[in-house]
């Protein structure tokens, strides 16, 4: 076709040109045709005489159709391309170009439209130009860049990029969806995540035929691959898929004013993180998050290799360079979470928790004024919300401990809330890494320390029950106390793994969902038996099902031993004493020693590596000879609740326990403000310092409130931490402590938008974020916990003063040679003699 003849003489003439220099004129080299480019005429009109020349053929739709398709697939691009970097310096050439683009582009409009817009023809030209400045703005992402990329990929984004120009709707929305860089990028303004919503709505059917004809028949033979693939039912359609690509700026250069650049970019790094580095746990605050929207077709790798390019392109001959890195659980599409048949039984067991909760309220409700089955009444929600909401307590309760327990958990709360709230992207995170890395966010900043006063209280509450029950003749079996803690700890905490396994992950999406959400639930589907078996603490904090869960693990291990250290104390007081002080000091000694020699720090201080966060989680945060001193201490402390009781201390001995408390307590919570600063280095011996002496520290000042405060010996503080209120926190603490972490990261998987950073209390005291951890915490205690105590009480007798051994004080040689002296030992959560320090011990809070 001599249509065809002159695209070929009109490249040889450009291409000998380049070549061998020869100022050949370009309408000397389309001789054939009836008007030249330079004169600017219409290469339809143009095209159209050349193939009326011959006399065999006359002008057809067909014919249109085929130079049309033809010229759209080889020359548009690669043409096009090849004349600008090849003969740039030919203006006119360059423009007719241009033209002949625009004049099939707006042919192919027509082509394509099942019902041509009632618009007139230059309306047509503005609309494709509309089109052309638009992805001027901004160049559209194209994800077929990657060589390996399969066809179906290649095949979608070419469909995009020209549905694009051509103005469509649905490539319009691909393209507004992915992120752009604006301004406040020295602000802190990098993370973009596009539009989430609307890249995940985009779906566009391809047509399989035009103008009568199949898709792709008018391509060379070449394409008979594509042509198959667009016949078939999986590349018909093409779908919105976002994905979140992480990027690193590389920086070689020592210049001041570019380091100062990149810092500021990189809002000062309050958290150093690598790619390498889990980021399900802490925010890899250093890298950049970039939203984009591709066809759902176009994998991981395809995207990654794309933006490498794109960005590396961007800083060409400047010496930065990018790191790039799109995991394959980032990128996502409507409709790819799979409802397997886990899922389906998660399902089922939660309904049949539910409906065994409302029979056994009715059945409990019908027969409230009769003697009722206590089997059938365990779940009764009127049964544990009455006693959920009790504040009666017996004479023997150590009350102070629950208004303790609550500061600790509000501090607790708060400083996990900070944690998560790095994870969203603010437009302002430098302003707001300048405000945080000041010396008052110390109170954020010592999460470790606000965990060792429920190691505290648990190990006092198990010597102050053991030593009870040992002066009251009273047995104690080992077997039923280890099965009764077990099934007291187990079910909710194995409601909530199922929970977050199976349920959680589809009940939301966002461009940070599966990151904080999925990846838990991955992790959670191979590791969930660790947790069960309370072991998972030893396994490393990246591979631990609900990190937030270690404690459990660590107190569980504690109470294991605890008999060992309890008993010899009470046979041996002198060496159990003894024993115990150099237990003490070992532990204290090895806390100083390991974080010297690994560099570790259990205080997270401004400019802080993610990975010297893990490696302290895992070689001391989350080991229990680590932590063993305050549960020691907790040993001393109940074992002095027993022997002293009713102690007269002197007015001066009072002061003096007060100044030395307090000083501890101001010691350890403003002793390391400076390491917050935001010109901090990190220095061990510091670290070393804190995390030796700190716990110790702010233990003391707990343990002389409860002292005296058991002990009759009253304030303001010790009546408002002994105020009877709190019982009910310590009821729901266990459940506030196993689904805050959960809550907190539904709420940043979801977050779609940026964010404006206007001041830490504004973004820490996010109130319907705690009422939904409220709301939850107290179905966990009523569907699961409470339940479970009822069965416990059914199943587990403890045994009466009067049947027990009948003495009232019983030496050290009596419980030696007593047989049930090997099996002498009490759980933190059961209690001689009061009901509510029964459930007390175990609602601890972690970290």
Same mark, same amino acid.
Not at 268 to 283: A, I, L, N
Not at 340 to 362: E, G, H, K, Q
Not at 379 to 400: G, H, M, Y
Not at 598 to 604: R, V
């Given at each position: 076709?001599?249509?065809?003849?002159?695209?070929?003489?009109?490249?040889?003439?450009?291409?000998?040109?380049?070549?061998?220099?020869?100022?050949?004129?370009?309408?000397?080299?389309?001789?054939?045709?009836?008007?030249?480019?330079?004169?600017?005429?219409?290469?339809?009109?143009?095209?159209?005489?050349?193939?009326?020349?011959?006399?065999?053929?006359?002008?057809?739709?067909?014919?249109?159709?085929?130079?049309?398709?033809?010229?759209?697939?080889?020359?548009?691009?690669?043409?096009?391309?090849?004349?600008?970097?090849?003969?740039?310096?030919?203006?006119?050439?360059?423009?007719?170009?241009?033209?002949?683009?625009?004049?099939?582009?707006?042919?192919?409009?027509?082509?394509?439209?099942?019902?041509?817009?009632?618009?007139?023809?230059?309306?047509?030209?503005?609309?494709?130009?509309?089109?052309?400045?638009?992805?001027?703005?901004?160049?559209?992402?194209?994800?077929?860049?990657?060589?390996?990329?399969?066809?179906?990929?290649?095949?979608?984004?070419?469909?995009?990029?020209?549905?694009?120009?051509?103005?469509?709707? &649905?490539?319009?929305?691909?393209?507004?969806?992915?992120?752009?860089?604006?301004?406040?990028?020295?602000?802190?303004?990098?993370?973009?995540?596009?539009?989430?919503?609307?890249?995940?709505?985009?779906?566009?059917?391809?047509?399989?035929?035009?103008?009568?004809?199949?898709?792709?028949?008018?391509?060379?033979?070449?394409?008979?691959?594509?042509?198959?693939?667009?016949?078939?039912?999986?590349?018909?359609?093409?779908?919105?898929?976002?994905?979140?690509?992480?990027?690193?700026?590389?920086?070689?250069?020592?210049?001041?004013?570019?380091?100062?650049?990149?810092?500021?970019?990189?809002?000062?790094?309050?958290?150093?993180?690598?790619?390498?580095?889990?980021?399900?746990?802490?925010?890899?605050?250093?890298?950049?998050?970039?939203?984009?929207?591709?066809?759902?077709?176009?994998?991981?790798?395809?995207?990654?290799?794309?933006?490498?390019?794109?960005?590396?392109?961007?800083?060409?001959?400047?010496?930065?360079?990018?790191?790039?890195?799109?995991?394959?659980?980032?990128?996502?599409?409507?409709?790819?979470?799979?409802?397997?048949?886990?899922?389906? &039984?998660?399902?089922?067991?939660?309904?049949?928790?539910?409906?065994?909760?409302?029979?056994?309220?009715?059945?409990?409700?019908?027969?409230?004024?009769?003697?009722?089955?206590?089997?059938?009444?365990?779940?009764?929600?009127?049964?544990?919300?009455?006693?959920?909401?009790?504040?009666?307590?017996?004479?023997?309760?150590?009350?102070?401990?629950?208004?303790?327990?609550?500061?600790?958990?509000?501090?607790?709360?708060?400083?996990?809330?900070?944690?998560?709230?790095?994870?969203?992207?603010?437009?302002?995170?430098?302003?707001?890494?300048?405000?945080?890395?000041?010396?008052?966010? $110390?109170?954020?900043?010592?999460?470790?320390?606000?965990?060792?006063?429920?190691?505290?209280?648990?190990?006092?509450?198990?010597?102050?029950?053991?030593?009870?029950?040992?002066?009251?003749?009273?047995?104690?079996?080992?077997?039923?106390?280890?099965?009764?803690?077990?099934?007291?700890?187990?079910?909710?905490?194995?409601?909530?793994?199922?929970?977050?396994?199976?349920?959680?992950?589809?009940?939301?999406?966002?461009?940070?969902?599966?990151?904080?959400?999925?990846?838990?639930?991955?992790?959670?589907?191979?590791?969930?038996?660790?947790?069960?078996?309370?072991?998972?603490?030893?396994?490393?904090?990246?591979?631990?099902?609900?990190?937030?869960?270690?404690?459990?693990?660590?107190?569980?291990?504690?109470?294991?031993?605890?008999?060992?250290?309890?008993?010899?104390?009470?046979? &041996?007081?002198?060496?159990?004493?003894?024993?115990?002080?150099?237990?003490?000091?070992?532990?204290?000694?090895?806390?100083?020693?390991?974080? $010297?020699?690994?560099?570790?720090?259990?205080?997270?201080?401004?400019?802080?590596?993610?990975?010297?966060?893990?490696?302290?989680?895992?070689?001391?945060?989350?080991?229990?000879?680590?932590?063993?001193?305050?549960?020691?201490?907790?040993?001393?402390?109940?074992?002095?609740?027993?022997?002293?009781?009713?102690?007269?201390?002197?007015?001066?001995?009072?002061?003096?326990? &007060?100044?030395?408390?307090?000083?501890?307590?101001?010691?350890?919570?403003?002793?390391?403000?400076?390491?917050?600063?935001?010109?901090?280095?990190?220095?061990?011996?510091?670290?070393?310092?804190?995390?030796?002496?700190?716990?110790?520290?702010?233990?003391?000042?707990?343990?002389?409130?409860?002292?005296?405060?058991?002990?009759?010996?009253?304030?303001?503080?010790?009546?408002?931490?002994?105020?009877?209120?709190?019982?009910?926190?310590?009821?729901?603490?266990?459940?506030?402590?196993?689904?805050?972490?959960?809550?907190?990261?539904?709420?940043?998987?979801?977050?779609?938008?940026?964010?404006?950073?206007?001041?830490?209390?504004?973004?820490?005291?996010?109130?319907?974020?705690?009422?939904?951890?409220?709301?939850?915490?107290?179905?966990?205690?009523?569907?699961?916990?409470?339940?479970?105590?009822?069965?416990?009480?059914?199943?587990?007798?403890?045994?009466?003063?009067?049947?027990?051994?009948?003495?009232?004080? $019983?030496?050290?040689?009596?419980?030696?040679?007593?047989?049930?002296?090997?099996?002498?030992?009490?759980?933190?959560?059961?209690?001689?003699?009061?009901?509510?320090?029964?459930?007390?011990?175990?609602?601890?809070?972690?970290?």
């Amino acid at each position: 076709m001599k249509g065809v003849t002159l695209i070929i003489v009109l490249l040889s003439a450009v291409i000998t040109q380049h070549h061998y220099g020869f100022a050949m004129d370009a309408t000397a080299a389309a001789q054939t045709a009836t008007c030249s480019l330079k004169d600017n005429c219409n290469i339809e009109d143009n095209l159209l005489s050349v193939a009326g020349e011959g006399g065999d053929q006359s002008p057809s739709s067909q014919l249109e159709n085929k130079i049309a398709s033809l010229f759209e697939d080889k020359v548009n691009y690669s043409l096009k391309f090849f004349a600008e970097e090849t003969i740039i310096e030919y203006n006119a050439l360059e423009r007719n170009l241009s033209n002949m683009a625009a004049n099939f582009t707006l042919k192919q409009i027509e082509l394509e439209n099942e019902q041509p817009d009632d618009i007139e023809e230059n309306e047509r030209e503005y609309i494709y130009n509309i089109g052309q400045k638009f992805i001027s703005i901004a160049q559209p992402f194209d994800a077929s860049r990657n060589p390996e990329a399969s066809e179906l990929c290649r095949l979608h984004t070419r469909q995009y990029l020209e549905s694009l120009q051509n103005f469509d709707l &649905w490539a319009l929305r691909m393209h507004d969806s992915t992120g752009k860089f604006t301004s406040g990028i020295l602000n802190g303004n990098i993370n973009q995540p596009g539009d989430f919503d609307q890249c995940m709505r985009i779906k566009y059917q391809m047509k399989a035929a035009k103008s009568g004809n199949k898709a792709g028949a008018n391509v060379d033979a070449n394409n008979a691959e594509v042509e198959a693939i667009i016949d078939g039912d999986a590349g018909d359609e093409i779908k919105g898929q976002y994905c979140l690509a992480y990027a690193q700026p590389v920086l070689p250069h020592k210049s001041k004013r570019l380091q100062k650049f990149f810092k500021l970019l990189q809002s000062h790094g309050p958290f150093q993180s690598e790619f390498d580095d889990p980021g399900h746990r802490v925010p890899r605050y250093s890298l950049v998050n970039w939203g984009i929207c591709v066809p759902s077709s176009c994998s991981n790798k395809d995207v990654e290799y794309s933006v490498k390019e794109i960005l590396n392109n961007m800083t060409a001959s400047t010496g930065i360079s990018f790191k790039v890195r799109v995991e394959p659980q980032m990128c996502q599409f409507k409709d790819n979470k799979p409802w397997d048949r886990n899922t389906t &039984w998660a399902v089922r067991f939660f309904v049949t928790i539910l409906s065994i909760t409302i029979l056994s309220t009715i059945y409990h409700h019908c027969t409230k004024n009769k003697q009722s089955n206590p089997w059938l009444c365990a779940f009764s929600l009127e049964k544990n919300l009455t006693w959920l909401f009790s504040t009666s307590s017996s004479a023997d309760d150590i009350q102070a401990v629950h208004g303790l327990r609550l500061l600790n958990a509000i501090m607790l709360l708060f400083s996990h809330k900070s944690m998560a709230m790095f994870f969203n992207p603010y437009n302002n995170r430098t302003e707001m890494s300048e405000s945080l890395g000041r010396s008052w966010t $110390v109170i954020g900043r010592a999460a470790s320390l606000y965990t060792d006063p429920f190691l505290l209280f648990s190990g006092m509450l198990t010597a102050y029950s053991f030593f009870g029950r040992l002066n009251k003749g009273q047995s104690i079996r080992l077997k039923n106390e280890y099965i009764s803690r077990i099934i007291r700890i187990v079910p909710p905490l194995a409601a909530l793994i199922l929970f977050c396994t199976y349920i959680l992950p589809m009940w939301g999406s966002g461009p940070q969902w599966n990151l904080v959400v999925g990846h838990h639930a991955d992790i959670c589907k191979k590791n969930w038996w660790r947790n069960l078996l309370f072991i998972h603490n030893y396994f490393g904090f990246s591979e631990m099902c609900l990190t937030h869960t270690h404690h459990l693990g660590i107190d569980t291990e504690l109470f294991a031993v605890a008999p060992i250290m309890i008993l010899a104390m009470w046979k &041996w007081p002198r060496k159990g004493m003894t024993t115990l002080l150099v237990l003490c000091f070992i532990g204290t000694a090895a806390r100083y020693y390991t974080t $010297v020699v690994n560099e570790l720090s259990n205080y997270i201080y401004f400019g802080t590596n993610i990975q010297r966060l893990f490696r302290t989680a895992d070689y001391m945060y989350s080991f229990p000879p680590m932590r063993s001193t305050v549960y020691i201490m907790g040993i001393f402390l109940g074992y002095g609740l027993r022997q002293f009781r009713n102690i007269r201390l002197s007015r001066n001995q009072l002061r003096l326990g &007060w100044f030395v408390s307090i000083i501890c307590l101001v010691a350890s919570i403003l002793g390391p403000a400076p390491m917050g600063d935001i010109n901090y280095t990190y220095n061990s011996t510091h670290a070393a310092i804190y995390a030796a002496f700190a716990p110790i520290a702010w233990c003391i000042f707990f343990c002389w409130v409860v002292f005296v405060s058991h002990n009759g010996y009253k304030n303001g503080i010790t009546k408002f931490f002994s105020w009877r209120g709190f019982q009910v926190s310590t009821k729901l603490s266990y459940a506030i402590y196993l689904t805050q972490f959960p809550i907190f990261f539904f709420n940043v998987g979801r977050r779609r938008h940026i964010h404006h950073y206007y001041n830490f209390v504004s973004i820490i005291l996010d109130t319907n974020e705690y009422i939904c951890i409220f709301l939850a915490s107290v179905a966990l205690t009523v569907l699961f916990d409470a339940p479970f105590q009822n069965i416990k009480k059914i199943l587990i007798k403890r045994p009466s003063t009067a049947s027990s051994t009948a003495i009232t004080k $019983v030496s050290p040689n009596e419980i030696n040679s007593s047989k049930s002296t090997s099996s002498t030992i009490t759980s933190p959560i059961e209690t001689c003699d009061d009901k509510t320090l029964e459930s007390s011990v175990k609602h601890l809070h972690s970290d």
